[in-house]
Nanobody, 119 residues
Framework: VQLQASGGGLVQAGGSLRLSCAASGRTFSSYSMGWFRQAPGKDREFVAAMLWSGGYYADSVKGRFTISRDNAMNTGYLQMNSLKPEDTAVYYC???????????????WGQGTQVTVSS
C-alpha cells in the first residue's frame, strides 16, 4: 500500500483543517488506518485509528478530531476542529492489516503533512 497525506497548512487557533490520505496499491478497505503526529523535538504519537467504522482517539484530540474513510475513493480523512497551538506537528497516515491499534506497529506510512496552528 502506498499512502499520500495532504491537506496540512497554517490555521489560527480555533480553526479547522481536513487531512486526506490517498491509498493505492492494494485493497485499502481491508486495512486499518491510523493517523499519527510528530511535533518538533518530540516522539511520534498516536492520534486516531479505525477499521471500517467508529474510531479510536488519543485523549488529547477526543471530541475535536474525527477519523473517517471512503473506501470507494481509497481515501482516509482526519477532520480537525477547534485546533490548538499544541496540535502543531507533522501528521502521518498509516495502514496495517488487522485491527486498528494506538501504537506504531503499522506496516505502511505516508510522507507526512505539516499542520501549524498559530495562537
Amino acid at each position: 500500500v502506498q499512502l499520500q497525506a495532504s491537506g496540512g497548512g497554517l490555521v489560527q487557533a480555533g480553526g479547522s483543517l481536513r487531512l486526506s490520505c490517498a491509498a493505492s496499491g492494494r485493497t485499502f478497505s481491508s486495512y486499518s488506518m491510523g493517523w499519527f503526529r510528530q511535533a518538533p523535538g518530540k516522539d511520534r504519537e498516536f492520534v486516531a485509528a479505525m477499521l471500517w467504522s467508529g474510531g479510536y482517539y488519543a485523549d488529547s484530540v477526543k471530541g475535536r478530531f474525527t477519523i473517517s474513510r471512503d473506501n470507494a475513493m481509497n481515501t482516509g480523512y482526519l477532520q480537525m476542529n477547534s485546533l490548538k497551538p499544541e496540535d502543531t506537528a507533522v501528521y502521518y497516515c498509516a495502514a496495517r492489516p488487522g485491527r486498528p491499534i494506538p501504537t506504531m506497529e503499522y506496516d505502511y506510512w505516508g510522507q507526512g503533512t505539516q499542520v501549524t496552528v498559530s495562537s
